[in-house]
């Protein structure tokens, strides 16, 4: 008889790869509770004030630089927020930053995000002098709701259940916007990035820490 060649792999050595394998299938199937929402409400806030502000513009090019910069701090201070917010998560223990769930819901988030800013510098021809009034009033309106709803209910899938709630309310507001004709399109961004980002905001800040 032939000795085998390599010997069996010892006992705890097999119990910590079968350990390691259940930790990676648990963290892939957590939820990522890290979405900021007292972040969501200051964005909320923020778009409260942007939308009476940009309605009062006296031509699209200004109120498209008033929701331009609003959109970009926005981005600021959600980013801010849920940076803060996974930072109190790992703590000093020295657990990764960017967990499974985070990655997939940031991987799911930001194309439609993407799409969203390519199909704005699309339609809005800066070697061409002028905006279409219809652009600033429904198509714009409706194209950033529409496409944050998508990016917002396809991220949700990895986390918590309002979170996809959320943004079945912004594609309902961005169809209003782009093919109901009396809409408006501040009012609905105001109800959209204002209003939704508000009350969900608040939200998930009570019940999931933030």
Known sequence: MVAPSSEPPALHDRALQDLSFIRRTMEGAA???DVPGWGLAWIGA???VAAPLAHRQPDPQRWLTVWLAAAVVGAVVGGAAMYAKMRRRV???GARLLSVPARKFLFSFWPAMLAGAVLTVALVDVTTP???????A???PGLWLLLYGTGVTTAGTFSIRAVPLMGCGFITLGVLALFVPAS???LM???GFGALHLV???RIARRHGG
């Open 200 to 202: 969900f905001g608040v």
């Open 189 to 191: 961004m105001a109800l």
């Open 184 to 186: 408006n399109g501040d």
């Open 46 to 48: 923020m778009a409260l």
């Open 31 to 33: 939820s990522f509770t």
């Open 138 to 140: 429904r198509v714009l």
């Open 130 to 136: 002028g905006i279409p009034p219809q652009l600033t």
């Open 91 to 93: 703590g000093d223990g």
